[in-house]
Nanobody
Framework: QVQLVESGGGLVQAGGSLRLSCAASGSIVTINTMGWYRQAPGKQRELVAAITSGSTHYADSVKGRVTISRDNAKNTVYLQMNSLKPEDTAVYYC?????????????????WGQGTQVTVSS
């Protein structure tokens, strides 16, 4: 089993910055993709940013304000958010596509963190 633990959420004024972290632990062979999603009240969960071994992807709404990075040695992904806006307010979820072993067979599965609240006041 794999656990994703997020940290770094909180309350910040518009224009401020936050850095989210997500650490994966468990029986991990490798992590392919790591990413961050968010869900605002009454809205669907949406992708914010994702990172693989060789590329990054950002939602148009956060391009230029958000940077995703990862530390493979620590199985950790980060989301640096700058110039935050009230519309960035949401619960942010970490996501990872992880390869795990089971009885000699490798499985690729998607895991989610428990979510961390980000609130941006105007």
């Amino acid at each position: 089993q794999v656990q994703l633990v997020e940290s770094g959420g909180g309350l910040v004024q518009a224009g401020g910055s936050l850095r989210l972290s997500c650490a994966a632990s468990g029986s991990i062979v490798t992590i392919n993709t790591m990413g961050w999603y968010r869900q605002a009240p009454g809205k669907q969960r949406e992708l914010v940013a994702a990172i693989t071994s060789g590329s990054t992807h950002y939602a148009d709404s956060v391009k230029g304000r958000v940077t995703i990075s990862r530390d493979n040695a620590k199985n950790t992904v980060y989301l640096q958010m700058n110039s935050l806006k009230p519309e960035d307010t949401a619960v942010y979820y970490c996501n990872a596509v992880v390869v795990t072993p089971s009885r000699g067979i490798l499985y690729e599965s998607r895991y989610w963190g428990q979510g961390t609240q980000v609130t941006v006041s105007s």
